[in-house]
């Protein structure tokens, strides 16, 4: 389902609007970004009932604290860090997590390239989509987030880290090993000749958009 083009007022002037006490205007806000939520929802949690919820919730807790909304940053940026905030809590739920983050004061760079391309890279089939999202689903959140948020949705390095809370070297060491990881799973699964079972959403995810981007420095 394609999302509403931000026609008409901006963001920022729906949400004065809706801070003034109009419905409407916080209904628009609504219908613009709910795609947007549940597309990145449902790439987080897999589930599709769970992504649903997930996404209601992350508008009730937007409708809450709208009188609190920063104005410097993007109603995106805010929406994002709500939703992937309440698919790393329910993540975590399901799964213990060893900690590999790498420490906030950590310097240096790491090469983000990985041997070859994604296997996602320029496949359409579901099927593979299907694959793709198995093996992102086997990530700890931490680094489930952050490929979701670059591989999926195109996201630069800077927002990425302003959403998840976290530095830019951070994310993008998270970024390097999720990445490992997943070619690391995608290896295992392929040799082990593993069909992941289909997901009836398999084809919101664009997998031949994964590089839409180019890699910040």
């Not at 209601?56 to 009188?67: G, P």
């Not at 998840?164 to 690391?184: M, N, P, S, Y």
């Amino acid at each position: 389902m394609a999302e509403i083009p931000a026609q008409g007022p901006g963001d920022h002037e729906l949400i004065r609007a809706a801070q003034a006490g109009s419905e409407a205007a916080f209904e628009a806000l609504v219908r613009r970004h709910e795609n947007r939520a549940l597309r990145v929802a449902r790439n987080l949690v897999s589930n599709p009932e769970d992504a649903r919820d997930l996404a209601q919730e992350a508008f009730i807790r937007v409708f809450k604290s709208l009188e609190r909304f920063d104005f410097r940053h993007e109603f995106t940026t805010w929406l994002y860090r709500i939703v992937t905030n309440l698919a790393i809590d329910t993540l975590r739920k399901r799964r213990p997590q060893v900690s590999t983050a790498a420490p906030e004061d950590e310097e240096g760079e790491w090469e983000l390239a990985v041997d070859g391309e994604l296997p996602s890279e320029g496949l359409e089939r579901e099927e593979t989509v299907s694959q793709v999202r198995a093996c992102i689903d086997r990530l700890a959140p931490h680094f489930r987030t952050v490929m979701v948020l670059r591989e999926l949705e195109g996201l630069p390095c800077t927002e990425i880290a302003r959403i998840v809370g976290a530095t830019h070297v951070t994310v993008r060491w998270r970024l390097h090993r999720g990445r490992k990881l997943f070619q690391d799973e995608w290896s295992r699964m392929q040799g082990a000749g593993a069909k992941p079972r289909q997901h009836p959403e398999a084809r919101s995810v664009r997998p031949s958009e994964t590089t839409s981007r180019p890699e910040e420095g």
